[in-house]
Protein backbone atom coordinates (compact mmCIF):
# COMPACT_ATOMS: atom_id res chain seq x y z
CA UNK A 1 0.00 0.00 0.00
CA UNK A 2 3.06 2.31 0.38
CA UNK A 3 3.51 4.05 -3.07
CA UNK A 4 6.54 6.56 -2.62
CA UNK A 5 8.59 4.63 -5.32
CA UNK A 6 5.64 5.08 -7.86
CA UNK A 7 4.93 9.11 -6.52
CA UNK A 8 8.92 10.00 -5.41
CA UNK A 9 11.23 7.68 -7.95
CA UNK A 10 12.94 6.52 -4.48
CA UNK A 11 13.27 3.65 -2.13
CA UNK A 12 14.16 -0.25 -2.32
CA UNK A 13 12.42 -3.35 -2.36
CA UNK A 14 11.84 -4.68 0.89
CA UNK A 15 13.71 -8.05 0.79
CA UNK A 16 16.68 -5.80 -0.71
CA UNK A 17 16.26 -3.07 2.20
CA UNK A 18 15.55 -5.98 5.00
CA UNK A 19 19.14 -7.74 3.43
CA UNK A 20 21.32 -4.52 3.42
CA UNK A 21 20.31 -3.05 6.73
CA UNK A 22 20.64 -6.73 8.45
CA UNK A 23 23.63 -6.57 7.19
CA UNK A 24 24.88 -3.17 8.74
CA UNK A 25 23.11 -3.74 11.61
CA UNK A 26 24.95 -7.01 11.93
CA UNK A 27 28.53 -5.37 11.47
CA UNK A 28 27.20 -2.71 14.01
CA UNK A 29 27.09 -5.27 16.25
CA UNK A 30 30.47 -6.87 15.70
CA UNK A 31 32.34 -3.67 16.10
CA UNK A 32 30.30 -1.96 18.99
CA UNK A 33 28.34 -4.80 20.73
CA UNK A 34 25.19 -3.27 20.28
CA UNK A 35 22.54 -5.42 19.13
CA UNK A 36 19.85 -3.42 17.12
CA UNK A 37 16.84 -5.35 16.43
CA UNK A 38 15.15 -5.05 12.76
CA UNK A 39 11.55 -4.99 12.02
CA UNK A 40 10.38 -6.12 8.73
CA UNK A 41 8.32 -2.66 7.85
CA UNK A 42 5.91 -3.87 4.23
CA UNK A 43 5.84 -6.39 1.87
CA UNK A 44 3.86 -9.42 4.06
CA UNK A 45 0.99 -10.67 1.94
CA UNK A 46 1.36 -14.39 2.48
CA UNK A 47 2.22 -16.43 5.70
CA UNK A 48 5.17 -17.34 3.48
CA UNK A 49 6.65 -14.23 3.22
CA UNK A 50 6.80 -13.89 7.54
CA UNK A 51 8.94 -16.67 7.30
CA UNK A 52 11.21 -15.34 4.36
CA UNK A 53 11.62 -11.83 5.72
CA UNK A 54 12.95 -13.66 9.07
CA UNK A 55 15.55 -15.77 7.15
CA UNK A 56 16.67 -12.42 5.62
CA UNK A 57 17.47 -11.65 9.18
CA UNK A 58 14.39 -9.52 10.39
CA UNK A 59 13.63 -10.08 14.34
CA UNK A 60 10.33 -9.08 13.84
CA UNK A 61 7.54 -8.11 11.09
CA UNK A 62 5.02 -5.12 10.83
CA UNK A 63 1.79 -6.97 10.26
CA UNK A 64 -0.69 -4.09 9.38
CA UNK A 65 -1.84 -5.65 6.19
CA UNK A 66 -2.42 -9.28 7.88
CA UNK A 67 -4.19 -7.91 10.87
CA UNK A 68 -6.46 -6.03 9.10
CA UNK A 69 -7.94 -8.55 7.44
CA UNK A 70 -9.70 -10.13 10.53
CA UNK A 71 -12.87 -9.58 13.21
CA UNK A 72 -11.60 -8.23 15.36
CA UNK A 73 -10.19 -5.22 13.04
CA UNK A 74 -12.05 -2.02 13.94
CA UNK A 75 -12.46 -1.41 10.42
CA UNK A 76 -15.21 -2.77 8.25
CA UNK A 77 -16.16 -5.47 6.46
CA UNK A 78 -17.75 -4.90 2.95
CA UNK A 79 -19.56 -6.75 0.16
CA UNK A 80 -17.97 -6.71 -3.57
CA UNK A 81 -19.25 -8.27 -6.20
CA UNK A 82 -19.89 -11.35 -3.85
CA UNK A 83 -16.86 -11.52 -1.86
CA UNK A 84 -15.61 -9.80 1.22
CA UNK A 85 -13.19 -7.49 2.32
CA UNK A 86 -11.60 -5.36 5.50
CA UNK A 87 -11.00 -2.03 4.83
CA UNK A 88 -6.87 -1.50 5.06
CA UNK A 89 -4.75 1.73 4.34
CA UNK A 90 -1.56 3.05 4.10
CA UNK A 91 0.09 5.56 6.42
CA UNK A 92 0.87 8.06 3.61
CA UNK A 93 -2.91 7.91 2.76
CA UNK A 94 -4.94 11.00 2.76
CA UNK A 95 -6.65 8.95 5.60
CA UNK A 96 -4.18 8.46 8.34
CA UNK A 97 -3.41 12.47 7.15
CA UNK A 98 -6.29 13.34 8.13
CA UNK A 99 -6.22 11.57 11.37
CA UNK A 100 -3.45 14.47 11.98
CA UNK A 101 -0.67 12.24 12.48
CA UNK A 102 1.39 14.21 10.37
CA UNK A 103 2.27 17.85 11.34
CA UNK A 104 4.82 18.67 8.93
CA UNK A 105 4.11 22.38 9.78
CA UNK A 106 4.27 25.09 7.22
CA UNK A 107 1.20 25.60 4.50
CA UNK A 108 -0.51 21.98 4.59
CA UNK A 109 -2.09 22.73 1.04
CA UNK A 110 1.89 22.21 -0.18
CA UNK A 111 1.51 18.78 0.64
CA UNK A 112 -1.04 17.62 -2.01
CA UNK A 113 0.28 14.31 -2.53
CA UNK A 114 -0.10 10.56 -0.92
CA UNK A 115 2.23 8.24 -0.80
CA UNK A 116 0.23 5.47 0.47
CA UNK A 117 -3.11 4.23 -0.71
CA UNK A 118 -6.75 3.44 1.10
CA UNK A 119 -7.93 -0.25 -0.37
CA UNK A 120 -9.21 -3.43 0.80
CA UNK A 121 -7.52 -6.38 1.77
CA UNK A 122 -9.66 -9.96 1.54
CA UNK A 123 -11.94 -10.65 4.71
CA UNK A 124 -9.74 -13.45 6.60
CA UNK A 125 -12.56 -14.47 9.58
CA UNK A 126 -11.15 -14.47 13.23
CA UNK A 127 -8.23 -13.83 14.36
CA UNK A 128 -7.15 -17.08 16.52
CA UNK A 129 -8.02 -19.52 13.74
CA UNK A 130 -5.55 -17.58 11.35
CA UNK A 131 -2.31 -16.95 13.87
CA UNK A 132 -2.56 -20.28 14.96
CA UNK A 133 -1.91 -21.54 11.24
CA UNK A 134 0.22 -19.35 10.11
CA UNK A 135 2.65 -20.20 13.41
CA UNK A 136 2.33 -23.53 12.49
CA UNK A 137 2.99 -22.67 8.80
CA UNK A 138 6.26 -20.83 10.24
CA UNK A 139 7.33 -23.37 12.71
CA UNK A 140 6.94 -26.06 9.98
CA UNK A 141 8.98 -23.90 7.55
CA UNK A 142 11.96 -23.65 10.67
CA UNK A 143 11.47 -27.22 10.49
CA UNK A 144 12.41 -28.33 6.84
CA UNK A 145 15.18 -26.10 7.20
CA UNK A 146 16.52 -27.72 10.27
CA UNK A 147 15.61 -24.12 12.62
CA UNK A 148 14.55 -24.33 16.15
CA UNK A 149 15.20 -20.66 16.41
CA UNK A 150 15.19 -17.32 14.35
CA UNK A 151 19.00 -17.04 14.60
CA UNK A 152 19.05 -20.50 13.43
CA UNK A 153 17.01 -20.63 10.65
CA UNK A 154 18.96 -17.22 9.67
CA UNK A 155 22.22 -19.47 9.66
CA UNK A 156 20.62 -22.30 7.77
CA UNK A 157 18.15 -20.97 5.42
CA UNK A 158 19.08 -21.08 1.61
CA UNK A 159 17.72 -17.58 0.02
CA UNK A 160 17.79 -18.12 -4.14
CA UNK A 161 16.31 -16.08 -6.60
CA UNK A 162 14.02 -17.66 -8.26
CA UNK A 163 12.08 -17.08 -12.01
CA UNK A 164 8.30 -16.51 -12.71
CA UNK A 165 8.16 -19.88 -14.50
CA UNK A 166 9.64 -21.57 -11.03
CA UNK A 167 7.04 -19.83 -8.68
CA UNK A 168 4.23 -21.24 -11.42
CA UNK A 169 5.82 -24.55 -10.91
CA UNK A 170 6.44 -24.34 -7.48
CA UNK A 171 2.08 -24.64 -7.17
CA UNK A 172 -0.27 -26.70 -9.23
CA UNK A 173 -0.39 -26.42 -12.70
CA UNK A 174 -1.21 -27.73 -15.72
CA UNK A 175 -4.23 -29.55 -13.90
CA UNK A 176 -7.72 -28.61 -13.57
CA UNK A 177 -8.42 -28.43 -9.75
CA UNK A 178 -11.62 -30.71 -7.98
CA UNK A 179 -12.61 -27.18 -5.74
CA UNK A 180 -13.31 -26.03 -9.32
CA UNK A 181 -15.26 -28.38 -11.18
CA UNK A 182 -19.30 -27.79 -11.26
CA UNK A 183 -20.28 -31.47 -10.85
CA UNK A 184 -19.00 -34.75 -10.49
CA UNK A 185 -20.41 -37.85 -12.55
CA UNK A 186 -20.95 -40.32 -10.33
Known amino acids: ICITREIKGIGRGQATALIEVCKERDKYFK ?62 SARARNWQRYDLGGDKKKLSFEEGVDSYVPYAGRLKDNVDLTLLKVKSTMCNCGALSIKELQKKAKLTLVSSTSIVEGGAHDVILKSNTVSQDK
Open 31 to 92: EKGIYIPVCSDGGIVFDYHITLALAMGADFCMLGRYFARFDESPTHKVSINGTYYKEYWGEG
